[in-house]
């Protein structure tokens, strides 16, 4: 066993530095590429009465103490979606944030417990602009890395090429010749579909485990191969803050941008029903309790906020992952200036 030297070792460094100049050039760009498009940046507070109401996503709780000494419950931001969609409530229509995010049970190639997040909005647009943002941002990306590809693991994709847009029941038909239309809230038949393809199924598993399993097993690495796949019209049970189709409310008007197989990006048509959606989060914290033994407390000023907020798109974009993909670096922290210290021996 050997110790992993810090990430400020000289030689660990040196050989980071070319990825973070990289990481400097792509910000640039990133808001060169929204003053374009007439965006305002915005700074969000990390400090948040929720840590999301999302099932599996787990927050960093903390305390703030008053003058008084009385200590009030908070959360570090997972995402910084709640505050922007507050200020689309004020009267925002087209902002963008760099933000620093916050998540627990979250470390791997891909994942980190602090990252950032590109999150913007559209009022009044459909999420076909946010597609268009998406590939003009990507094209941005790689002119500031001076590239012509993406890459992760072997796997190459061109940033310049126009998205291909498959929905997720032609996805699950195509790469795990599975009828999902036809499975919809059928956990059985879900079940049996995967257990045939070789996927682990629990007695506990839910539908929507189910389907995630399939598709991160047999689906997402598929996706983004030689041109970027945008992955369309999720089930409505897999989106907790989007619309549902107009023509068929089965599914949500909800993408995934994805890239060598790598998942970058998560948009939709922003749910804005304060009924419906405090609905939703308290059936997400209900199934986050029978899972984790924990839920979050449901922000009742974003929900206020909702019933003042005009129509909107959004997305939510992983920077880190972005700066990897245009860079060919395999671990994100190599594109981060600090990463967060691991503990342990390798």
């Not at 099932?55 to 959360?75: E, K, N, P, V």
């Not at 459909?126 to 590939?135: K, M, S």
């Not at 389907?211 to 970027?228: A, D, Y």
């Not at 068929?248 to 998560?266: H, T, W």
């Amino acid at each position: 066993m050997t110790r992993v030297s810090p990430w400020w070792a000289r030689d660990v460094y040196a050989d980071r530095k070319p990825f973070l100049k990289a990481r400097g050039a792509i910000t640039v760009a990133t808001r060169r590429f929204f003053e374009g498009e007439g965006f305002a940046e915005v700074e969000t507070a990390a400090l948040q009465v929720s840590g999301g109401n999302e099932t599996h996503l787990t927050a960093f709780g903390t305390q703030m103490i008053g003058q008084d000494g009385a200590r009030s419950q908070l959360y570090l931001h997972t995402s910084p979606e709640f505050a922007c969609k507050k200020l689309l409530a004020a009267g925002e229509e087209r902002i963008f944030t760099l933000a620093r995010v916050f998540r627990n049970r979250e470390r791997s190639a891909l994942h980190h417990p602090e990252f950032t997040m590109l999150e913007w909005y559209r009022a009044g647009e459909p999420t076909l602009r946010i597609y268009e943002d998406c590939a003009g941002l990507m094209a941005a990306a790689a002119r500031a890395a001076g590239t012509r590809d993406f890459s992760w693991r072997g796997r190459v994709c061109d940033p310049f090429a126009e998205p291909e847009i498959v929905t997720v029941c032609e996805a699950f038909a195509t790469h795990a010749s599975i009828d999902l239309e036809k499975l919809l809230g059928d956990r059985e038949g879900l079940a049996k579909a995967a257990a045939r393809d070789g996927i682990r199924v629990a007695e506990d598993d839910t539908w929507s485990d189910l389907f995630s399993k399939i598709l991160s097993e047999k689906i997402e690495e598929k996706l983004g191969s030689e041109r970027p796949t945008i992955l369309t019209d999720y089930p409505a049970s897999e989106a907790a803050l989007a619309c549902t189709r107009a023509d068929d409310p089965r599914f949500a008007d909800r993408f995934e941008l994805y890239v060598c197989g790598v998942e970058l990006a998560n948009g939709f048509a922003e749910l804005t029903d304060p009924a419906e959606q405090r609905a939703r989060f308290e059936a997400q914290m209900a199934e986050k309790a029978r899972i984790y033994g924990e839920r979050y407390p449901i922000d009742e000023d974003f929900l206020e906020a909702l019933g003042h907020m005009p129509p909107a798109s959004g997305v939510a974009l992983g920077f880190d992952r972005l700066v990897m993909l245009a860079t060919g670096a395999e671990r994100i922290e190599q594109v981060l200036w600090t990463p967060v210290a691991a503990r342990g021996k390798a």
